[in-house]
């Protein structure tokens, strides 16, 4: 232990953060002065509040940006750096210091949290304006954007999982923004319970390297990953795995993500599809050494990213609820990242790529769909709308940039990311190459269809409007963001992507991108095939979404249809395998618990039945049962002592 | 005390030498029964609209002169004293201070009146029957308990001596005089009045069961090894030749027993919810707070100094015992729909932690018990004076449906309150984390298998307990307020207490350092 540690001490140090770099603090705190005056401030700050949220967001994007000038000036090896700022647990041998590694990974990050996080700010401005609580809303915004920074730019696995936990908080406290409605606040538990099997997870990885390492600093795990025991790392690389399932939607924890979109809009667009949900993949790649030691954990994310990007497809097609289509989308996309991150060295600058491009795209379609349901009344219902483009000329524009984006219409930046990724999972021998390639191909086809279904459903064809809506475009505070963000649907891919820039700039953390991997199939057919099933599905969804009338009511469908309607029956699957037990469990114990059957009964009673019947069966307990089992409890003691002597 | 003579007796050469007392070793212990006994004589003769103001005086003074006492002159006079009697070394100088400060705490906590004449926590008049017409008239009388208050300097004063007594009688009476006034504090809630006395009627039952299973532990030990005293014992068990082994295992079974049930630990726990739902809130906090640190010293003392040598005899079944105490607290947990027994159980599981850092065997796990101990007490009394403070038509509003929506009317009752339990849950940046962390830390470096075992399972019950704090929070700012719930406006007494008990949960979080290098030079036991 002692010696893996020295080694990684010995190993590459980064040096310290100089100039601009050594102010990368402010990018967390920032944003958390923000919160602090917001959520504290009261009543006082309601009136300019808001503004000052949006002031400190874009505040942290200049930073981010100038540290970002500074970094583009030094040569590849040269850019990261490591900034101090307090030694944190000194308990004995063992240190943790709380510092940042501001490197071009974390940059990455930052930039496109800070710069997508303070559009969907201004975009917020427009879409709560009328919020009486919008101060609250902004605060909890702040506060998130300060917990991904302290995610991302963290230095040490613990400071990262003090992120993590912080944007779990700000992201309950958004889902059930409006917890006025039960169900609401019902989604904002089931994604905290989700989530705390994920964070689970992630305790124990921390703890194992801790064991392994005597040390959780990325630097130090890094160094000892590829000396250290095969079984501790693979270990480590599946619970780490567990952790980016919880935050990122991966199988099998995905349940969460349909329901959280009962947070407002601008939440589901920042929180559940550009940043917070991408931290698994960010968790993945930022644990690459761990990965590339250990196969079988890296096998274990491609086979959950190929799981969740065909379920999460298949479950698409099937919602009529925009906003769950477009959950349902992002799993599935994240998936895509999931598997390329397992694929190793090969697909990590892939990964990356395909979550910085869909974080423009998703974040923008999601407005969109904010955009639409402000134009109509809060609706939710695909088979509602219909026929918006000539109102929402705006909307329409920005959203079907979007849309080409995601189902990879050649030029576009999904076109650059996903290619690139389907690609890398064709890469290799044997039948890994072929399924891992196969599924991503055909993901490819499925995506396209239910996103045009979406597109065309809500914008296309004849208007299936409720009587009382009428359907304007929003303001320019929402409008203008939404253009941004089109914007770099379109052409962030084509500017980082075939330019090789991508994989240069992560080089130096991922690794080399190995060069001429043999793929089973010549690169050029993948991209062919790929295009034909992108044109079938559109053509699909062309005949039965645009061509055909869309009935208002949803027809009872096939049993494929139903069943991806209700998740694919995910959560009765939760419920019989993980609930059940659990209930069973904590009630054989409430049993064992030396209250005998009257207790379990009154227990249970107890439940529903309030204050007064506990404490009435309080005044019947008997202090003489307690007394045996103590005494049980002594003799068992001694008793097992003996025999074991 | 007839036995304490029999024990120096056998201790005793041949003409008689008065023990040599190191008063400046002992005086903190020494003020605070002065303090206590003061107390006494305030509540006999101090004119009746005097006594609170007069009783709560003496008990801050006494505490914060034990404390200023116990760091500019104790510190520097350590040593073993009182006939081998009392050891004041390290850990336990550390738990005193942690003691005085977490009592003058608590005091604040008791002395709060909500705009009443008396404490409100307490009956006007403890020995009337619930519900008399004796009980209305010390109600209209505008009687106030204030003898709560040396009742918690005794209770203090047992507690200090119990982490520093150097042999088990001095050990057993420290047990008993911390207990007694406790078990009196117990039965005096001013409301729901039969369930306290239940509960103290209970508290002292089983509490008087587990004290016959210590003195008949101490005595097989004596009969083992032919002394009281903890570093005699310890030479008994490596030289022992080996005619009286018998009694050996099963005085340290019953000893450790004893101690076991004052922190709560499973299968001697069953006490705990009854007592903590029952006792008035502050005494719950001061309880749930000092006994544990009292009672952990204890241990540390008893195990580290004593029965180190013989630890893989028994070492087994205390593993076992912190398993299942970590396991029971917190599944538990999860089904209580009372916000004291829910934290009634977390502080079940919170002992089982504790115990998997007294298990490493090691100076880093006695300092891992003492920052613990520093950190979850400040948290708990902050936490059972918030308790205290939200009600619902003039008493506590102590059943979990009564807590909801506290968020939207009481932001910033409930956002402490969600910072606490985030500490209990042992989340990063609060003293729960570091705490854990400084714990598991050598359970893990040197606990061996069973120690990485124990870890395992602390950390998964660190996440079934994260749980139920989290869904706290949410039952606090996710749903619809209840009617008539509110947070009472508090004096700066009670204002006091939560702010510095958070402070401390949050400075130890963030900060730690000073702190657990304080506990890590503090962790050797004098022999």
Redesign the interface.
């Given at each position: 232990m002692t010696s893996l540690a020295t080694l990684a001490a010995a190993q590459g140090n980064v040096p310290a953060a100089t100039g601009i770099t050594a102010y990368a603090w402010l990018l967390v705190a920032l944003p958390l002065l923000g919160a602090a005056v917001l959520l504290f401030g009261g009543r006082v700050t309601d009136a300019w509040g808001p503004y000052f949220a949006v002031a400190m967001s874009w505040a942290a994007f200049v930073v981010g940006l100038l540290i970002w000038l500074v970094m583009l000036g030094r040569p590849g090896g040269e850019r990261a750096a490591d900034l101090h700022l307090f030694s944190w647990v000194p308990a004995g041998s063992f240190k943790v210091d709380a510092g940042m590694l501001v490197d071009q990974l974390s940059l990455a990050f930052v930039l496109l949290v800070t710069f997508v996080g303070s559009l969907i700010h201004v975009y917020s401005l427009g879409y709560m304006a009328h919020d009486p609580d919008k101060r609250r809303f902004f605060g909890y915004l702040n506060l998130f954007v300060a917990a991904m920074l302290l995610l991302v730019l963290a230095n040490s696995y613990l400071l990262l999982y003090v992120g993590w936990e912080g944007v779990g908080l700000a992201s309950y406290l958004l889902i059930g923004f409006w917890s006025q409605n039960p169900s609401y606040a019902t989604a904002g538990n089931k994604a905290f319970i989700a989530n705390r099997v994920g964070d689970f997870g992630l305790s124990v990885a921390i703890m194992i390297m801790f064991v392994t390492f005597g040390a959780v600093d990325f630097q130090s795990v890094d160094a000892g990953a590829s000396h250290a025991n095969g079984a501790a790392v693979t270990a480590m690389g599946l619970m780490l795995l567990l952790g980016a399932c919880g935050k990122s939607a991966q199988f099998p924890l995905q349940s969460w993500l349909g329901d959280a979109m009962a947070g407002p809009t601008p939440v589901s667009a920042l929180i559940h599809a550009a940043t917070m949900v991408t931290a698994g993949v960010y968790l993945v790649v930022r644990s690459h050494a761990i990965f590339d030691a250990s196969p079988g954990a890296q096998l274990a994310v491609v086979i959950v990213g190929a799981i969740t990007l065909l379920f999460g497809a298949v479950v698409g097609c099937a919602k009529d609820d925009i906003k769950k289509a477009l959950a349902a989308s992002t799993m599935s996309q994240i998936g895509y990242m999931m598997l390329a991150a397992g694929l190793g060295p090969v697909g990590y600058a892939f990964a990356i790529f395909h979550l910085l491009t869909h974080g423009f795209f998703k974040a923008g379609m999601f407005l969109g769909a904010g955009s639409v349901m402000h134009g109509m009344n809060d609706q939710v219902d695909m088979r509602r709308f219909g026929g918006l483009s000539t109102v929402m000329k705006v909307t329409w524009v920005t959203f079907g940039l979007g849309w080409l984006a995601i189902i990879g219409f050649p030029g576009l930046s999904g076109y650059w990311s996903k290619d690139k990724i389907i690609e890398s999972a064709f890469v290799g021998d044997g039948w890994h190459a072929w399924v891992f390639g196969l599924a991503a191909m055909i993901g490819a086809g499925i995506t396209a269809f239910y996103m045009s279904r979406l597109f065309f459903m809500t914008f296309q064809g004849e208007r299936r409007w409720t009587d009382d809506v009428h359907p304007h475009e929003s303001p320019l505070t929402m409008t203008v963001p939404m253009v941004v963000l089109a914007v770099g649907s379109a052409l962030l891919g084509v500017a980082i992507g075939p330019t090789g820039i991508i994989q240069s700039w992560l080089e130096p953390v991922v690794g080399t991108h190995p060069e001429h991997e043999h793929t089973v199939l010549p690169a050029l057919a993948i991209t062919l095939l790929t295009l034909l099933l992108v044109a079938a599905g559109i053509a699909l969804a062309w005949m039965r979404y645009w061509r055909d009338a869309v009935p208002t009511m949803a027809p009872a469908g096939s049993l494929l249809t139903q069943a991806a309607r209700h998740d694919l029956y995910q959560d009765e699957v939760n419920e019989g395998l993980l609930m059940r037990p659990g209930i069973h469990l904590t009630r054989s114990l409430v049993f064992a618990d030396n209250r005998g059957v009257d207790g379990a009964v009154g227990g249970l009673a107890a439940l529903v039945g309030g204050t007064s019947s506990r404490v009435r069966r309080l005044q019947n307990g008997f202090a003489r049962s307690y007394a045996l089992t103590m005494l049980a409890g002594v003799v068992v003691f001694l008793g097992a002592l003996w025999v074991i002597q | 005390m007839p036995a304490v003579t029999v024990s120096f007796a056998s201790a005793l050469p041949a003409a008689f030498q008065a023990t040599q007392v190191d008063y400046k070793a002992i005086a903190p212990m020494l003020v605070v029964f002065g303090g206590a006994l003061l107390g006494v004589l305030v509540e006999a003769f101090a004119p009746r609209r005097l006594r609170y103001l007069v009783q709560v005086g003496v008990a801050v003074v006494a505490l914060v002169v034990a404390f200023v006492v116990l760091v500019t002159v104790s510190v520097h006079d350590q040593g073993i004293t009182l006939a081998r009697a009392v050891v004041i070394d390290g850990p336990a100088l550390f738990l005193q201070g942690t003691l005085l400060a977490i009592t003058l705490l608590s005091v604040l906590t008791m002395a709060e009146r909500f705009g009443g004449e008396g404490p409100d926590a307490f009956t006007p008049m403890g020995a009337s029957v619930p519900g008399s017409p004796q009980e209305a008239a010390a109600l209209r009388a505008g009687l106030a308990t204030s003898e709560v208050f040396p009742l918690t300097l005794f209770s203090l004063g047992g507690m200090m001596l119990f982490p520093a007594a150097g042999d088990l009688l001095t050990m057993f009476i420290a047990l008993e005089v911390l207990s007694l006034p406790l078990y009196l504090l117990c039965g005096l809630a001013r409301r729901?009045r039969?369930?306290s006395q239940?509960a103290a009627?209970?508290y002292f039952?089983?509490g008087a069961?587990?004290s016959a299973?210590f003195l008949f532990g101490a005595a097989l030990l004596y009969g083992y090894s032919g002394s009281v005293y903890l570093s005699d014992i310890a030479k008994a068990v490596t030289t022992a030749s080996g005619d009286l082994d018998g009694l050996l295992?099963?005085g340290v079974?019953?000893v450790l027993?004893g101690l076991l049930?004052k922190v709560a630990a499973?299968?001697?726990h069953?006490?705990t919810p009854?007592v903590y739902?029952?006792a008035p809130t502050p005494v719950t906090g001061f309880m749930a707070a000092a006994t544990k640190i009292a009672a952990f010293g204890a241990i540390l003392r008893l195990v580290y100094v004593g029965l180190e040598a013989n630890r893989w005899?028994?070492r087994?079944?205390v593993i076992?015992?912190a398993a299942l105490t970590m396991v029971?607290g917190s599944?538990?947990s999860?089904?209580q729909?009372?916000i004291k027994r829910l934290l009634a159980y977390s502080s079940i599981a919170h002992a089982g932690f504790v115990l998997v850092a007294v298990l490493a065997f090691d100076r880093?796990g006695v300092?891992?018990v003492l920052f613990y101990l520093v950190a979850y007490s400040f948290t708990t009394i902050a936490a059972f004076a918030i308790v205290s403070m939200v009600r619902q038509g003039g008493s506590e509003a102590?059943?979990l449906?009564q807590w909801a929506g506290l968020g939207r009317n009481h932001p910033v009752v409930a956002f402490v309150f969600a910072f606490l339990l985030l500490a209990f849950a042992g989340?990063?940046?609060t003293s729960g984390f570091?705490a854990k962390?400084?714990a598991?830390?050598?359970a893990?470096?040197h606990g061996g298998t069973y120690g990485?075992w124990l870890?395992?399972i602390g950390?998964?019950c660190?996440?079934i307990t994260?749980?139920v704090y989290?869904?706290l929070i949410?039952l606090m700012?996710?749903?619809?307020p209840v009617e008539g719930v509110v947070a009472e406006q508090v004096s700066p007494l009670t204002t006091v207490a939560i702010t510095v008990g958070t402070l401390a949960t949050l400075v130890l979080g963030?900060?730690?350092?000073q702190v657990?290098?304080l506990a890590?030079s503090s962790s050797l036991f004098l022999r």
């Open positions: - | 729901r039969l369930l239940e009627l209970k039952l089983l069961f587990s299973f295992l099963p079974v019953l027993v049930f499973v299968p001697f069953s006490w009854d739902q029952g005899d028994w087994g079944g076992v015992v029971v599944v538990l999860v089904t729909t009372d880093l300092a891992g102590s059943h449906s989340i990063p940046l570091t962390f400084a598991f830390a050598p893990l470096a990485v870890v395992v950390v998964l660190s996440v994260a749980f989290f869904r949410v700012y996710f749903t619809k963030v900060v730690p350092a657990l290098e890590k």
